[in-house]
């Protein structure tokens, strides 16, 4: 069993507002293979979101660590609601939550994908039941009034940056799009390399505390991921699958060993 936890994707955008809620990703007239014909930018090269293939990854020495302004805790209240796609907590409009991750890390994708909107002038999970995480206690307490499409509520003292991973540092960077309609690609994306741990009882709340348009219960709704059509992912950390961590540590274990005899 798994208790997947959330995968953090940060953006910068050029201000462009999502659509409403006409279109779906399975069913009706306007389903994911029919955006293209309504939003042209959907049938665009610069598609999000992807599969972010680890191994693939360039790295890039240059990029600097994210410096996060705005989410700490505030005064003041912040409006949810059911949008019949995501639970929506507003700070400027953004999502807090999406579930069912869009963005896949190796091909996995995780329960639910965080994300925090930035106007610019835009973690994967092991095998084990954690402990509840007290950060998300309040959010996802909130949950149940806003069960209902249309339906809202408030949280107070929402302190977004506690809810996200420990390590802000390292990350893996792309140009992209909207990963709903109108799709623009006008997306600069930031999925951060580690994750969050929650208890399976919170998970299963998040699964099952909302309902769509169809009443069904808002999970696994997430866009396919899209071609990478010749982009580059950048990481501004080196990434080392652990087959081969191994083997390095095993290559400085016997490296030591032979500067030893040669002092001796």
């Not at 896949?104 to 084990?128: L, Q, W």
């Not at 866009?223 to 990434?239: A, G």
Request: hydrophobic residues 30%.
């Amino acid at each position: 069993m798994r208790a997947l936890v959330p995968l953090l994707s940060l953006f910068l955008l050029g201000g462009q507002a999502q659509h409403g809620s006409d279109w779906t990703y399975s069913e009706g007239a306007l389903d994911e293979a029919h955006w293209p014909k309504h939003y042209p930018h959907c049938g665009g090269r610069r598609q999000s979101p992807i599969d972010l293939q680890r191994t693939k990854v360039r790295y890039n020495p240059a990029l600097k660590g994210l410096n996060l302004t705005g989410y700490e805790s505030q005064v003041g209240e912040f409006p949810m609601v059911n949008n019949g796609h995501t639970g929506k907590g507003k700070r400027g409009g953004a999502p807090v939550h999406k579930l069912g991750s869009e963005h896949t890390v190796d091909g996995i994708r995780h329960v639910i994908e965080v994300r925090g909107f930035k106007d610019a002038p835009n973690g994967n999970s092991r095998v084990k039941d954690y402990p509840e995480n007290t950060y998300y206690s309040n959010f996802i307490s909130h949950l149940a009034n806003i069960k209902y499409p249309g339906q809202s509520t408030t949280l107070t003292g929402l302190d977004v940056q506690d809810m996200l991973p420990e390590n802000l540092q390292h990350y893996y960077s792309y140009q992209g799009s909207l990963t709903t309609p109108p799709c623009t690609e006008n997306v600069h994306w930031f999925v951060l390399a580690d994750f969050v741990k929650l208890s399976r009882m919170q998970v299963w709340k998040l699964e099952n505390s909302l309902l769509d348009h169809q009443n069904k219960t808002i999970q696994n709704d997430y866009r396919r991921t899209q071609p990478l059509n010749h982009r580059v992912v950048e990481s501004n950390f080196v990434y080392l699958p652990s087959s081969e961590f191994q083997f390095y540590l095993h290559k400085i274990e016997k490296d030591l060993e032979y500067l030893r005899r040669a002092l001796n």
